[in-house]
């Protein structure tokens, strides 16, 4: 079954989507979509009034004066240059055609369209009439033109209109100028140079007018595509300034959230140094006054301990501080404190602390015994083989512990017992801290560190197990104590 031919409405539609179609409107691949020119400002509407009122005097005065030079000519001649010697048509010549010219001049940015058939009528309507004005007349309708072109949102319609306005004119002033040449330039002998003139001045004026028309056809376009490049790149801009603007906001606010983690990281690190070791201190203070009286020996050996636990931590708080300070002061206050340690002797020797960031899971049963040695019982075992870990990972189970021991001599009591499992699995490490507080105290202080009352100890551990990947859970036992739970994987994933 053969397909119906297609319709005059289909064919302008193929037309119409076709790219040759698109740029006879002055609309390339660059012009935005739906764009619409915005109507002309306040200052050149009135701009256009002045160059309106402007070319009316103009046309006016140019009328007349021709009017009055050809006024001593042979009637004959007269009524030949001017087709009619009528007063109304001379009239009409002299103030409505110029009067509409103005008309259409002023408002040709703000009605484009409508103001090229105002113009189109009034340019045919002079030949009409006694109406002699060339130059101005021809000048304000090739702006005219151009306005339409450059300046209607109506394209299709305006393009269209264009076309037949140019085709029209063309063929018009081309039947015009032969008919005038061959009764201007017709020879008595009959010989050829008639047709050769003819022919000439006939191209001539075909000439003139196809640059007259093609040009204003050609400009317009030209300048409506150049204003929606020049939206488009305004559109691009203003798109770049709103993308800079969130970028530097999304960059404020990376900054702004850098010095909050930073001011965490460190404010953990803090309490976590800070607890523990002043804990310790605390333990082994009160086990020096215990044996005081009793055993000198082991008193003086816990305030051995005190002293050293004190270095540790004004070790650790040192390294800790060094990290916000710039190259050049880090080198000044190592320098600084080289010298002062080789001052403490064998005092600062013994202290051997290491910087915050080397405590690991490698060291976990070096905190076991020095917490053992400071009186407090502990049970450790590991279970499983162990397995290398991530820095992260390793400091994470450390400090976790730390802190977690650390509450049990705060909340539970200095002879609370605590109970600490290290198990290497298949797919991470898990620390498991128990302890068994008096039953009188448990449950308060366990309800008081599950809660997260207790201050920064529980929080930082979280933010530790998840900073390694991990999750930490806490909870009250049945018979009293508090047990933390940590599992962390050997390497954080991705």
Same mark, same amino acid.
């Given at each position: 079954?053969?397909?119906? +031919?297609?319709?005059?409405?289909?064919?302008?539609?193929?037309? @119409?989507?076709?790219?040759?179609?698109?740029?006879?409107?002055?609309?390339?691949?660059?012009?935005?979509?739906?764009?619409?020119?915005?109507? +002309?400002?306040?200052?050149?509407?009135?701009?256009?009034?002045?160059?309106?009122?402007?070319?009316?005097?103009?046309?006016?005065?140019?009328?007349?004066?021709?009017?009055?030079?050809?006024?001593?000519?042979? +009637?004959?001649?007269?009524?030949?240059?001017?087709?009619?010697?009528?007063?109304?048509?001379? &009239?009409?010549?002299?103030?409505?055609?110029? #009067?509409?010219?103005?008309? #259409?001049?002023?408002? @040709?940015?703000?009605?484009?369209?409508?103001?090229?058939?105002?113009?189109?009528?009034?340019?045919?309507?002079?030949?009409?009439? $006694?109406?002699?004005?060339?130059?101005?007349?021809?000048?304000?309708?090739?702006?005219?033109?151009?306005?339409?072109?450059?300046?209607?949102?109506?394209?299709?319609?305006? $393009?269209?209109?264009?076309?037949?306005?140019?085709?029209?004119?063309?063929?018009? #002033?081309?039947?015009?100028?032969?008919?005038?040449?061959?009764?201007?330039?017709?020879?008595? =002998?009959?010989? =050829?140079?008639?047709?050769?003139?003819?022919?000439?001045?006939?191209?001539?004026?075909?000439?003139?007018?196809?640059?007259?028309?093609?040009?204003?056809?050609?400009?317009?376009?030209?300048?409506?595509?150049?204003?929606?490049?020049?939206?488009?790149?305004?559109?691009?801009?203003?798109?770049?300034?709103?993308?800079?603007?969130?970028?530097?906001? %999304? @960059?404020?606010?990376? %900054?702004?959230?850098?010095?909050?983690?930073?001011?965490?990281?460190?404010?953990?690190?803090?309490?976590?140094?800070?607890?523990?070791?002043?804990?310790?201190?605390?333990?082994?203070?009160?086990?020096?006054?215990?044996?005081?009286?009793?055993?000198?020996?082991?008193?003086?050996?816990?305030?051995?301990?005190?002293?050293?636990?004190?270095?540790?931590?004004?070790? %650790?708080?040192?390294?800790?501080?060094?990290?916000?300070?710039?190259? =050049?002061? =880090?080198?000044?206050?190592?320098?600084?404190?080289?010298?002062? @340690?080789?001052?403490?002797?064998?005092?600062?020797?013994?202290?051997?602390?290491?910087?915050?960031?080397?405590?690991?899971?490698?060291?976990?049963?070096?905190?076991?015994?020095?917490?053992?040695?400071?009186?407090?019982?502990?049970?450790?075992?590991?279970?499983?083989?162990?397995?290398?870990?991530? +820095?992260?990972?390793?400091?994470?189970?450390?400090?976790?512990?730390?802190?977690?021991? $650390?509450?049990?001599?705060?909340?539970?009591? !200095?002879?609370?017992?605590?109970?600490?499992?290290?198990?290497?699995?298949?797919?991470?490490?898990?620390?498991?801290? $128990?302890?068994?507080? !008096?039953?009188?105290?448990?449950?308060?202080?366990?309800?008081?560190?599950?809660?997260?009352?207790?201050? &920064?100890?529980?929080?930082?551990?979280?933010?530790?197990?998840?900073?390694?990947?991990?999750?930490?859970?806490?909870?009250?036992?049945?018979?009293?104590?508090?047990?933390?739970?940590?599992?962390?994987?050997? %390497?954080?994933?991705?």
């Amino acid at each position: 079954m053969s397909e119906p +031919p297609p319709t005059l409405g289909h064919m302008i539609s193929s037309a @119409r989507g076709s790219e040759l179609w698109q740029r006879l409107q002055g609309i390339d691949a660059e012009h935005p979509a739906d764009w619409k020119r915005p109507g +002309p400002s306040p200052r050149a509407l009135r701009t256009d009034i002045v160059v309106a009122l402007v070319a009316v005097a103009l046309m006016a005065f140019s009328n007349w004066a021709v009017l009055e030079l050809r006024k001593g000519a042979d +009637p004959a001649e007269v009524g030949a240059i001017l087709h009619d010697s009528d007063p109304a048509s001379a &009239l009409v010549g002299m103030f409505v055609v110029p #009067a509409m010219y103005g008309v #259409a001049i002023a408002l @040709r940015r703000r009605f484009p369209l409508w103001m090229l058939v105002l113009c189109t009528v009034a340019f045919v309507s002079a030949f009409a009439f $006694t109406y002699l004005d060339t130059i101005v007349t021809q000048i304000g309708y090739f702006l005219v033109l151009f306005t339409a072109g450059a300046w209607s949102n109506q394209r299709a319609l305006v $393009t269209l209109l264009r076309i037949g306005i140019t085709i029209g004119m063309i063929v018009w #002033a081309l039947v015009d100028s032969l008919t005038r040449a061959t009764l201007v330039f017709t020879f008595s =002998d009959g010989s =050829d140079s008639e047709n050769w003139i003819t022919s000439v001045f006939g191209a001539y004026t075909l000439l003139i007018n196809v640059l007259y028309f093609i040009g204003a056809f050609w400009f317009g376009n030209s300048d409506f595509r150049r204003a929606g490049q020049r939206a488009a790149l305004e559109e691009r801009t203003r798109e770049l300034e709103e993308y800079t603007a969130a970028l530097a906001d %999304e @960059r404020r606010l990376v %900054e702004e959230q850098a010095i909050r983690l930073d001011r965490v990281r460190i404010a953990r690190e803090l309490h976590d140094v800070v607890a523990h070791h002043v804990s310790l201190m605390g333990l082994q203070a009160a086990a020096a006054r215990r044996t005081a009286e009793t055993s000198p020996e082991k008193s003086q050996q816990a305030l051995l301990g005190v002293e050293q636990s004190a270095r540790v931590a004004i070790d %650790e708080l040192h390294s800790l501080l060094t990290t916000l300070r710039s190259a =050049d002061a =880090d080198a000044d206050a190592e320098s600084a404190d080289g010298g002062q @340690r080789e001052n403490d002797g064998a005092s600062g020797a013994q202290s051997g602390a290491s910087a915050p960031s080397t405590h690991t899971i490698e060291q976990v049963p070096a905190l076991i015994e020095e917490l053992r040695g400071a009186g407090m019982r502990v049970e450790f075992s590991t279970l499983g083989e162990p397995r290398p870990v991530s +820095p992260l990972t390793g400091i994470a189970v450390y400090r976790v512990l730390q802190e977690s021991l $650390t509450n049990t001599r705060k909340h539970a009591g !200095p002879d609370a017992p605590a109970d600490v499992r290290l198990r290497y699995l298949e797919r991470g490490v898990e620390l498991d801290v $128990t302890d068994d507080g !008096p039953a009188s105290l448990a449950h308060a202080a366990a309800s008081k560190r599950a809660n997260g009352s207790g201050g &920064l100890g529980l929080v930082g551990m979280r933010e530790r197990a998840r900073a390694a990947g991990g999750d930490l859970s806490t909870s009250t036992r049945g018979g009293g104590g508090f047990r933390v739970l940590l599992r962390v994987p050997y %390497e954080r994933q991705s």
